[in-house]
C-alpha cells in the first residue's frame, strides 16, 4: 500500500507536526503520525503502527543531533534503557494474547496522571548520582517496562522514559529528552526490522513522513533547548495528560464495541 497522490501534502504536514513534537518533547511523533496515516493515507491501524516506527527514525535521529550537539544526551543511562527497551518490546509481543490489556490501560493512565501531577510543581532536576549496579539494574527495569507498554498499549517509549528519568533519577527536562531520543532510535530500529519482515510496514509512506518531520524536528530541539525549566516541565506534564485522555477514551470505546458484539 502507498499514499495516494491526493494525500503526499497532508502526510507531509503529519511528518512536520510529529517533527516538531518530537523536537519539543523527546518522544518519537507516534502520537500524531498513526492517526494521521490512518485518516490521510486510509491504512488501517496495525499498519500505520508499523509504518509510524520507521517514520520516526529519521525524526528521532534529526532531534537527537540537535540535543547531542548541546551536550544534553545522558549516553550512560540511555545505554542501560536501550538494553531494556529492547528486550521489553520483545517480551511485549509474546504477552500481547495474554495480558489483561484493561487493567495495563487503567493502572498506566493514573501512573500518567501521577507523573502529571507531580512535573507541574517540579524544580530543575540536581542530575543523577554516579552510576552504580543497583541504578543500572533500575535503568534496564524502567526500559524494560518501556518497551512492554510502549508495545502493548500502542504508547510512545518518551512517554514513559522521560518522566521516569525526571522523578527517580533527577535528570533536568531537557536531558531526559535527549536521552529518551537516543533510546528511542535502536528500539525504533529492532521494531522496523520486525515490521518488515511480517509485511507490515509501508516503507516510502514512512519515507515521506520521516522527511517531513527532519527540518521541524531540528527547530523543535532547539525551541526545547531555550526552554525555561518549569515551563518546559508543564508543556510535558500537559503532554502526558493528554495521552492519558486519549487512553481513557480509546479504552472506553474497546469496552463499547465489545459489549456490542456481544
Known sequence: MSVPKESIVPVISVGLAAGLLSGIFGVGGGILIVPGLVFFAKMNKRLAHGTSLAAVLPISASSLITYWTHDNVDWSVALFLAIGAVSGAILG??????ARHDVLSIGFTGILLLSA???YWSTSGT???????????????IGVATGILAG???VGGGIIMIPAMMLVLGLPNVIAKGTSLAVIIPTA????????TSANVDLRA?????????????AGGLISAGLPNSVANALFATLLTV??????VQESRRRWSNARSQ
Open 243 to 248: 495521552v492519558a485522555i486519549h487512553l481513557i
Open 93 to 98: 509481543t509474546k504477552l500481547l494474547k495474554t
Open 117 to 119: 501531577v507531580r512535573l
Open 127 to 141: 542530575g543523577r548520582d554516579d552510576l552504580t549496579l543497583l541504578l543500572a539494574v533500575v535503568l534496564v527495569a
Open 206 to 218: 514512512a519515507v515521506i513522513v520521516g522527511l517531513g518531520g527532519i527540518v521541524s524536528a531540528v
Open 189 to 196: 530500529i529492532a521494531g522496523t526490522w520486525r515490521n518488515r
Open 152 to 154: 502493548l498499549l500502542g
